[in-house]
């Protein structure tokens, strides 16, 4: 999608600022730019479940569950470190099940790098397809499509979900691309396309969308994963 494109999208966060002020319903021809919006971003699926790799681990055979410490997950072109991990001990395959992280969680995928402090994931048929992540912020850079300028965020809790390619941001939440910087409650981040739209919350205060420069989004860009 080119350019124009992106920054007409990228400015529909001002037109709901007004209808949030005013409390209104949004204007009718926004509807269709939503709906096209999801149905081309079918984005790509990540590849299957390698192996882990850990420090220290313990079985509880009690909750049926293995404890790690240092734990490392690799797949085709996405790989997960924390600190430490709970897994279902016959779960440990990845046909089916759920992981929970914690403690200095870094999430590369195949264009964007993410940090958290908890995130559960869960995987079908060896595949990662959906990740709940929560910290103090939530911070990812989406490295894509540099060419077209800096996109990045942060939020309380971001929600991942590989169907789609999508960022379900919640919380406080800060949304930079290219010069568009947006803050709000609920923003939805297209993974690899640099586009966004709000989501389906209602927010104490009006989304806000400011205008920075080039310098100033890849600064924000650059500190979010540090």
């Known amino acids: 999608m080119d350019a124009f494109r992106r920054s007409l999208l990228a400015l529909m966060p ?33 590849g299957e479940f390698e192996f882990f790799e850990f420090d220290s681990s313990q079985l509880d055979r009690s909750e049926n569950t293995m404890t790690f410490d240092g734990f490392r997950i690799f797949g085709e072109n996405w790989s997960v470190t924390a600190d430490s991990a709970v897994a279902n001990a016959d779960e440990l395959g990845l046909d089916s099940g759920q992981i929970e992280f914690s403690g200095n969680l870094n ?57 789609p390619g999508t960022f379900e941001m919640r919380g406080s939440v800060s949304l930079t691309v290219g010069p568009y910087r947006t803050t709000g409650c609920d923003l939805i981040y297209y993974l690899g396309q640099e ?27 650059d500190s979010a994963n540090e």
Do not use: M, N, W
């Open 14 to 46: 001002c037109l709901v600022l007004v209808d949030a002020a005013a409390q209104d319903q949004p204007p009718e021809d926004e509807a269709p730019e939503e709906a096209s919006l999801a149905e081309e971003s079918t984005g790509s699926r990540l």
């Open 107 to 163: 999430l590369q995928l195949d264009t964007a790098s993410l940090e958290a402090e908890r995130a559960v994931f869960e995987f079908r048929e060896k595949q990662l397809i959906l990740a709940e992540l929560s910290g103090d912020p939530v911070a990812f850079e989406d490295h894509a499509t540099p060419e077209d300028g800096a996109a990045c965020g942060s939020a309380t809790t971001l929600r991942y979900d590989d169907g």
């Open 195 to 221: 586009e966004f739209r709000t989501g389906p919350a209602q927010c104490d205060e009006p989304f806000r969308t400011t205008i920075v420069s080039d310098e100033d989004a890849q600064t924000a860009c």
